[in-house]
């Protein structure tokens, strides 16, 4: 598009640049995270468990700095977000039943997810709010995807280019090289479409309306997963799922106002 002149091209200096690299490496971890956690597991639990993205989020902003103090009620909902995920890991008659390599997967999503918000917040205001350097959400979101894809390349040569040709031979025979094809092709574009899409949205919306719509779009990938992909959901998880995403949704709400500053005693 910036070739074409449909959007104007970023105009960004080596500086500009340089920041931006630690929240592309932060993106590359954080998707490749959430992918794993799906690969390994059922996609249903791996949603279930990035429900604890807010956790993660507030630990980093209390001890990265500048430090970011929230309400306490905005802590307190960490309290159900957290519970809401234990419970979905109770199993009836089995006990606590997780996916220890899909968790794992998932919470290092979380974090870097975390570390990209934080690291990202000043970065992107700072672009955005200097017009010369035509860095709109879009323009943003095409950046940032960009130095992720350069972190992303040299990490799955390193780890996947010793069992490429056996995978992809099995999944030619079981479904066919053009539909493998057509399913990558169709799976990164919709990825970029619908991340370019929520970065512009939430950029033009309120908080609340953004939390909303977030909070919807868990429960429908949730369900709709648990549905395509026939994973079974026992009423633990369901309800434990539950309680974890009006959590988050909670504490996205409660996160936006302004922590109580401490009183000074007057002389």
Same mark, same amino acid.
């Given at each position: 598009m910036w070739g074409s002149g449909m959007r104007k091209t970023p105009n960004l200096t080596a500086a500009d640049i340089t920041a931006c690299i630690p929240i592309g490496l932060c $993106?590359?971890?954080a998707h490749g995270g959430s992918v794993l956690a799906m690969g390994v597991g059922a996609v249903s639990? $791996?949603?279930i468990v990035k429900a604890c993205e807010p956790v993660f989020a507030a630990a980093v902003g209390l001890l990265l700095p500048p430090i970011d103090v929230k309400p306490v009620l905005a802590y307190a909902m960490l309290i159900p977000i957290v519970g809401g995920v234990g419970l979905a890991c109770v199993? @009836?008659?089995k006990g606590i039943d997780i996916n220890v390599e899909a968790f794992m997967y998932a919470s290092v999503a979380n974090l870097a997810a975390a570390f990209k918000g934080k690291l990202g917040g000043s970065v992107t205001k700072s672009l955005k709010g200097d017009r010369s350097k035509n860095m709109d959400a879009a323009n943003v979101y095409g950046v940032m995807n960009i130095i992720s894809? !350069?972190?992303t390349v040299p990490m799955v040569v390193f #780890? @996947? !280019?010793p069992t490429?040709?056996?995978e992809w031979d099995i999944a030619v025979a079981e479904h066919g090289a053009q539909a493998v094809v057509t399913n990558i092709a169709l799976s990164g574009f919709f990825f970029y479409v619908y991340n370019e899409f929520a970065f512009a949205f939430t950029a033009s919306v309120g908080a609340v309306t953004s939390s909303v719509l977030n909070t919807a779009k868990r429960v429908i990938i949730i369900v709709v997963s #648990?549905? !395509?992909f026939n994973e079974a959901m026992e009423r633990n998880t369901v309800l434990g799922s539950a309680i974890a995403i009006l959590g988050t949704f909670a504490y996205s709400l409660t996160s936006k106002g302004? $922590?109580?500053a401490p009183k000074t005693k007057s002389a």
């Amino acid at each position: 598009m910036w070739g074409s002149g449909m959007r104007k091209t970023p105009n960004l200096t080596a500086a500009d640049i340089t920041a931006c690299i630690p929240i592309g490496l932060c $993106a590359c971890i954080a998707h490749g995270g959430s992918v794993l956690a799906m690969g390994v597991g059922a996609v249903s639990f $791996a949603q279930i468990v990035k429900a604890c993205e807010p956790v993660f989020a507030a630990a980093v902003g209390l001890l990265l700095p500048p430090i970011d103090v929230k309400p306490v009620l905005a802590y307190a909902m960490l309290i159900p977000i957290v519970g809401g995920v234990g419970l979905a890991c109770v199993k @009836e008659g089995k006990g606590i039943d997780i996916n220890v390599e899909a968790f794992m997967y998932a919470s290092v999503a979380n974090l870097a997810a975390a570390f990209k918000g934080k690291l990202g917040g000043s970065v992107t205001k700072s672009l955005k709010g200097d017009r010369s350097k035509n860095m709109d959400a879009a323009n943003v979101y095409g950046v940032m995807n960009i130095i992720s894809f !350069l972190f992303t390349v040299p990490m799955v040569v390193f #780890s @996947e !280019l010793p069992t490429l040709r056996g995978e992809w031979d099995i999944a030619v025979a079981e479904h066919g090289a053009q539909a493998v094809v057509t399913n990558i092709a169709l799976s990164g574009f919709f990825f970029y479409v619908y991340n370019e899409f929520a970065f512009a949205f939430t950029a033009s919306v309120g908080a609340v309306t953004s939390s909303v719509l977030n909070t919807a779009k868990r429960v429908i990938i949730i369900v709709v997963s #648990s549905v !395509l992909f026939n994973e079974a959901m026992e009423r633990n998880t369901v309800l434990g799922s539950a309680i974890a995403i009006l959590g988050t949704f909670a504490y996205s709400l409660t996160s936006k106002g302004k $922590a109580v500053a401490p009183k000074t005693k007057s002389a």
